[in-house]
């Protein structure tokens, strides 16, 4: 909270006075002005082309019959973007439609240009589209498929039945998922860096320009004011709005459930169609990522080598060890808040619980530029000067991402009846005894889940910690970033790769070590 | 060695937002070393409530908590030794039956070995052995019932409290498990207090039963007590059925009293409470389905006509309309030999005045 309110301070009083001066110079500049229209331009084009691709994904998974091996396939991918770095697949658009781009020399347009409005929009719904897809997987499956048959019972056919009965079921979900694509498009920093070029200014790039390039910090602070009031409008409709307009569709006890219906022969061919390309397509981005770093230099010299993982493990060692280690420090920070908070709030009367849930979240729907400004601006001056240590970064990652832990612990305490810790107590466990031994343990799959979450963001996060980053801590994210704007995407394709594995790897061994730690919690996968 | 429970001008507001409710009011109950009282009531009644209060998971708002010579009132839960067992097990998941069960055990800290002997005299005692090494949710309801009741007994608590045990079982199970914690009460003479809804698993369970309504104690008595002398039209109508029938009470004689209602004159047993009554008062005249007998029409003490007949294998239910313009319910036993009366029939009722309850309208 402290970090926002200095930042309103610097937007809002000039020489200690209530002033609009600041706001109104800063978009007195067209190019400002050109920067607010394409952000809200761009975050309508991503949520359209998001919502619609995740939900062709989600359709597919849960509504047509296909094999198993298929469907777990599907999910591999859609899962691939959670992982990533944000600039993964800006890289690898540029490496194929780019200047040298592959696909532009296979097909003879060398005058095709990639940067601006297309590029960004391709790579960040490539990015957020699977945001749409979890979300819509929820909503589709909880669709009763019996309504279908229901409908078909009354002479529709399989097509009729998804265009009057499963498409308007899913407005709300799919509301709900346009509204996350634009908020993420919108507070999307590192695609626009790397493909919208100067014609095509947005927000978030122009408020780090203003900051970074001009050392503006108030101008910079006025710009991710203009992104906050979208950022809370979208958050706002979300809230409440979307969320009071979800139809109840599971009514009374839930009987056998029928097989699903897809949506007719052709309708299924012609989406299974698209999935495969849009499928191939990511495979094909992520694989030019792999062969891109295993190559001198992309488009002209093609031999292999492995010179750019030797440049990641000695230029770029530094970062890749200061990024591990804030990753590791907010991980066990933040995870161990996370389950603090999410029981308090759950299991104790608390006086300021409405208040904690609401700043949680605050810094969870705020854009990272505003978050990261924010930090920047108040904590380089004033009572507390963190700027450049690593405490500011682990502090910044906790407390913005921090809220899906919380919730996870949240929503799995509410499964979980009180009684269980009453019997604890009962038998004569204390109050902490019985946090240990019970509740921790039945909160575990949650506890993962937060964790994995925490430790996968502080790798990837760009927006907000672009703005602490100093010569003592470096971030990887930030040295991809440096490597694009070099020109070194080989390199830069190293470190993606790199990042991603240690991510991977990352998550195999939370789980491993909660296994071993709790070797009981096999009962939850119901044995 | 069992202790008595006693509570003292038991009381508990529930604070949410606004309203206030109080879920427990001024309840008074002795209950003895040793015995099996249940409180019986419809949800909301309170009784639930009075239970977690005794276990200490809630705080008397007033009031206090006795177990045995000492003051539990402000004792935390976790120090009371007591055993709880819930309507839903509450077994821990992430455990065996083994560590369930041991669980109470190692936090006491006795040695391994004792523990070990002791779980398996536990599951011995509710005739359970040989599953030590599942999980809960590998077991069917009456073993999670069994290993719920293990898991307390095994901690030697003073006093035994359960949370409508039962309730989640089918039919059938639910009457074997009833008698079973019957007679391992009796066995282990542990002071028990059993909360439940369900009258009939009350009057086979219990010692005395304490009938709850709107957070009060409306009567405790002995099952037979309760169910032949209700003192109250909420008992009668709660435990068993009753035909309620109201009037106004035009002369007492003795021990029985009449009553007129509309036209008809009913004779009802007062008994030693002829003193809480005066002739003009408006009461009510209390009658069990099975003390009516439906004789022909020119016989009994009553008229009335057959409204509706539904044959329910073992007995027979009637509704008959009384000339007062009253249905009341009349059940009989079957018998191939017995009559059976058709709809529309004009019948005569015999209605012994000692099987009529004369009680005050609230």
Not at chain 1, 63 to 79: C, G, M, N
Not at chain 2, 30 to 54: D, F, H, Y
Not at chain 2, 258 to 268: D, F
Request: charged residues 15%; glycine residues 8%; contains cysteine.
């Amino acid at each position: 909270m402290y970090p926002l309110a200095r930042l309103i301070y610097l937007v809002f009083f000039a020489d200690g006075k209530w002033s609009l001066a600041i706001l109104s110079k800063v978009f007195g500049s067209w190019y400002n002005k050109k920067a607010f229209v394409n952000s809200m331009v761009l975050a309508s084009a991503v949520g359209f082309g998001g919502t619609a691709l995740g939900f062709l994904f989600a359709f597919s998974v849960t509504r047509i019959e296909l094999p198993k091996i298929v469907k777990w396939f599907l999910r591999a991918i859609i899962v691939l973007p959670f992982v990533s770095p944000p600039f993964t697949s800006s890289i690898a658009l540029t490496m194929v439609l780019g200047p040298n781009g592959l696909l532009l020399k296979l097909l003879h347009m060398p005058d095709f240009n990639i940067y601006g409005f297309l590029g960004t929009w391709i790579a960040e719904t490539l990015t957020y589209f699977p945001v749409a897809f979890l979300t819509l997987t929820a909503v589709l499956e909880a669709i009763d498929p019996n309504l279908e048959d229901a409908a078909m019972s009354m002479g529709s056919t399989p097509w009729q039945a998804f265009c009057t009965v499963t498409l308007p079921l899913s407005i709300p979900g799919l509301a709900n998922s346009f509204l996350l694509l634009f908020g993420s498009s919108l507070a999307d920093f590192a695609t626009p860096l790397v493909m919208a070029g100067h014609t095509f200014p947005v927000l978030t790039t122009q408020a780090y320009m203003q900051i970074t390039g001009m050392y503006d910090m108030q101008g910079g602070a006025a710009i991710s004011f203009a992104l906050l009031v979208p950022a809370l409008i979208v958050y706002l409709l979300q809230h409440y709005w979307v969320e009071s307009r979800y139809y109840v569709t599971v009514s009374g006890k839930a009987g056998a459930r029928s097989k699903p219906k897809g949506a007719g022969t052709f309708a299924e061919v012609v989406m299974l169609a698209v999935i495969s390309l849009i499928s191939l397509f990511i495979i094909f981005l992520y694989s030019i990522i792999f062969l891109g770093s295993l190559i001198k230099v992309w488009g002209v010299d093609n031999s292999l080598t492995l010179e750019n993982y030797v440049y990641v493990f000695t230029v770029g060692r530094k970062a890749v060890k200061d990024t591990v280690t804030i990753a590791l420090v907010s991980t066990v920070v933040g995870g161990a808040i996370g389950v603090v908070i999410g029981y308090l709030v759950n299991r104790h009367e608390l006086p300021g619980r409405k208040a904690l849930e609401f700043i949680s979240l605050l810094n969870y729907v705020l854009p990272g530029t505003v978050v990261g400004i924010a930090y920047a601006i108040a904590f380089s001056s004033g009572p507390i000067v963190l700027t450049g240590t690593m405490a500011i970064i682990v502090a910044l990652c906790v407390s913005r991402y921090d809220a899906t832990g919380i919730r996870a612990t949240t929503a799995t305490l509410k499964q979980i009846d009180t009684s269980l810790e009453e019997a604890s107590l009962n038998l004569g466990a204390s109050k902490l005894t019985t946090f240990r031994k019970v509740t921790v343990p039945l909160i575990a799959p949650a506890i993962i889940t937060g964790t994995q979450y925490l430790f996968v963001v502080s790798m990837t996060a760009i927006s907000a910690t672009i703005f602490l980053v100093s010569v003592r801590w470096s971030l990887l994210t930030v040295r991809i970033l440096e490597c694009i704007t070099e020109l070194l995407f080989a390199q830069a394709a190293a470190f993606s790769v790199v990042l991603i594995l240690i991510v991977a790897m990352a998550m195999w061994v939370i789980r491993l070590l909660f296994e071993a730690l709790y070797p009981n919690l096999k009962w939850q996968r119901g044995i | 060695m069992s202790v008595p429970i006693c509570l003292k001008h038991l009381t508990k507001i529930f604070n949410s937002g606004e309203a206030a409710f109080k879920a427990v009011d001024d309840v008074n109950l002795q209950i003895n070393a040793g015995e099996l009282v249940t409180l019986l009531g419809p949800s909301g009644c309170g009784k639930t409530t009075i239970l977690r209060m005794i276990a200490g998971f809630e705080t008397p708002t007033e009031g206090q908590v006795f177990i045995g010579k000492h003051d539990v009132t402000s004792i935390a839960a976790n120090k009371r030794n007591i055993g709880f067992v819930f309507q839903n097990y509450a077994l821990f998941p992430h455990m065996t039956v083994f560590d369930n069960i041991a669980y109470g055990l190692k936090i006491r800290k006795l040695p391994t070995g004792e523990i070990v002997r002791r779980v398996a005299e536990a599951l011995e005692t509710v005739s359970l052995g040989g599953i030590e090494d599942r999980f809960p949710n590998q077991l069917s309801g009456g073993e999670q019932q069994r290993v719920a009741l293990a898991r307390v007994l095994v901690i030697n608590p003073q006093v035994l409290l359960m949370d409508e045990p039962l309730s989640n079982l089918d039919a059938k199970l639910r009457i074997y498990m009833r008698s079973e914690i019957r007679s391992l009460q009796k066995r282990l003479g542990i002071t028990c207090v059993y909360v439940t809804h369900d009258q009939k698993e009350a009057l086979a369970l219990a010692d005395r039963i304490a009938v709850l309504n709107g957070g009060k104690v409306e009567q405790i008595a002995t099952p037979f007590e309760l169910y032949t002398n209700p003192t109250s039209l909420f008992v009668a109508d709660f435990i068993g059925q009753a035909n309620i029938l109201k009037g106004k009470l035009t002369s007492i004689d003795g021990n029985f009293a009449k009553v007129l209602i509309s036209e008809i004159t009913v004779i009802a047993y007062v008994g030693e409470k002829s003193l809480e009554f005066k002739v003009g008062d408006e009461v009510a005249a209390a009658i069990r389905p099975e003390s009516i007998e439906i004789v022909s029409s020119d016989d009994g003490t009553l008229r009335g006509q057959i409204v509706s007949s539904v044959f329910l294998g073992d007995e027979i239910e009637y509704v008959v309309k009384l000339a007062s313009g009253d249905t009341i319910r009349v059940v009989e036993p079957y018998r191939r030999d017995g009559v059976l009366w058709q709809e529309g029939q004009g019948i005569g009722l015999h209605v012994d005045p000692l099987d009529v309850r004369l009680l005050a309208i609230m």
